[in-house]
């Protein structure tokens, strides 16, 4: 209480013009109809804005959610297809789909890499696969609690084993490095017959991608150096310019599949 005398006898001055002038504001105002109709005005005007503002937020925020629900959604989904279809070429392993969103990510570069905000918490580890809901995106080179760091596909280190979906032919993926749409695609067999638009996946034949993943179409193909190969030029699915929810694969069957190579290898 003694401080706050003395605050009112310090700036005694100043306490008095604001009262003053609120008195007179209100004088003002209360005997004026069109300064009273004008403050009205702007001051719904104010609070229109404020509230439009406000919904919009609100409106992204639950933009927001939904879309992550959807993903989760449709991870669960995915992972139940699977497990529901042994007989499939797309159920070799039991996978797991964990929905996660981009937080950064690079196309310009020799060797592109992604930036994912979850990580071992969410139970991501090194050498997982991640795809989007149109194809294959890459996989996890290193991981921390809450994020982890992806090889990009597009990135001249990643190779990816690829079937052609009409013939069965297997064959390697690559990055051209002409531009992030287009890729290669090599140890085809130069007697198979190729159009363009015809599908190439995911071969499973590694612990790492599910078979089946939409990879690309084919575009053109020409005969390699020494004529006995082909050289396919394909468009990826992916549109990795617009990436934001993708997916984190994780095998189950990996632990003992790469045991029973092991053992086979060590015979």
Same mark, same amino acid.
């Given at each position: 209480?003694?401080?706050? +005398?003395?605050?009112?006898?310090?700036?005694?001055?100043?306490?008095?013009?604001?009262?003053?002038?609120?008195?007179? +504001?209100?004088?003002?105002?209360?005997?004026?109809?069109?300064?009273? %109709?004008?403050? &009205? #005005?702007? &001051?719904?005007?104010?609070?229109?804005?404020?509230?439009?503002? @406000? !919904?919009?937020? &609100?409106?992204?925020?639950?933009?927001?959610?939904?879309? *992550?629900?959807?993903?989760?959604?449709?991870?669960?989904?995915? #992972?139940?297809?699977?497990?529901?279809?042994?007989?499939? +070429?797309?159920?070799?392993?039991?996978?797991?789909?964990?929905?996660?969103?981009?937080?950064?990510?690079?196309?310009?570069?020799?060797?592109?890499?992604?930036?994912?905000?979850?990580?071992?918490?969410?139970?991501?580890?090194?050498?997982?696969?991640?795809?989007?809901?149109?194809?294959?995106?890459?996989?996890?080179?290193?991981?921390?609690?809450?994020?982890?760091?992806?090889?990009?596909?597009?990135?001249?280190?990643?190779?990816? #084993?690829?079937?052609?979906?009409?013939?069965?032919?297997? %064959?390697?993926? #690559?990055?051209?490095?002409?531009?992030?749409?287009?890729?290669?695609?090599?140890?085809?067999?130069?007697?198979?017959?190729?159009?363009? %638009? *015809?599908?190439?996946?995911?071969?499973?034949? !590694?612990?790492?991608?599910? !078979?089946?993943?939409?990879?690309?179409?084919?575009?053109? @193909?020409?005969?390699? @150096? %020494?004529?006995?190969?082909?050289?396919?030029? @394909?468009?990826?699915?992916?549109?990795?310019?617009?990436?934001?929810?993708?997916?984190?694969?994780?095998?189950? *069957?990996?632990?003992?599949?790469?045991?029973?190579?092991?053992?086979?290898?060590?015979?």
């Amino acid at each position: 209480m003694r401080n706050l +005398i003395r605050f009112v006898l310090r700036y005694n001055f100043p306490i008095l013009f604001l009262v003053f002038e609120l008195i007179a +504001i209100i004088l003002i105002f209360s005997h004026n109809p069109i300064q009273r %109709g004008k403050l &009205t #005005s702007q &001051t719904n005007s104010f609070s229109t804005i404020v509230f439009d503002k @406000a !919904s919009e937020v &609100t409106q992204y925020i639950h933009l927001r959610r939904a879309i *992550d629900q959807l993903a989760k959604e449709n991870s669960l989904m995915r #992972s139940r297809a699977r497990a529901v279809r042994p007989d499939s +070429i797309d159920s070799r392993g039991s996978y797991v789909f964990i929905p996660a969103r981009v937080i950064n990510n690079t196309v310009q570069f020799e060797n592109n890499y992604l930036t994912l905000d979850i990580g071992t918490r969410s139970g991501v580890e090194p050498d997982m696969a991640v795809v989007s809901p149109f194809g294959i995106v890459g996989v996890v080179k290193t991981v921390s609690p809450n994020y982890c760091r992806v090889i990009s596909v597009l990135n001249s280190q990643l190779r990816v #084993s690829v079937r052609l979906s009409k013939s069965g032919y297997f %064959g390697s993926l #690559s990055w051209d490095r002409l531009n992030y749409r287009d890729v290669l695609v090599t140890e085809i067999p130069s007697h198979v017959s190729l159009e363009p %638009g *015809d599908s190439i996946v995911s071969s499973g034949y !590694s612990s790492i991608f599910p !078979s089946g993943e939409p990879i690309a179409t084919v575009i053109e @193909a020409t005969p390699a @150096a %020494g004529g006995n190969f082909l050289e396919i030029r @394909a468009r990826l699915s992916t549109d990795f310019k617009k990436l934001y929810t993708v997916y984190v694969v994780k095998n189950t *069957d990996i632990k003992e599949v790469k045991e029973l190579e092991e053992y086979d290898n060590e015979k």
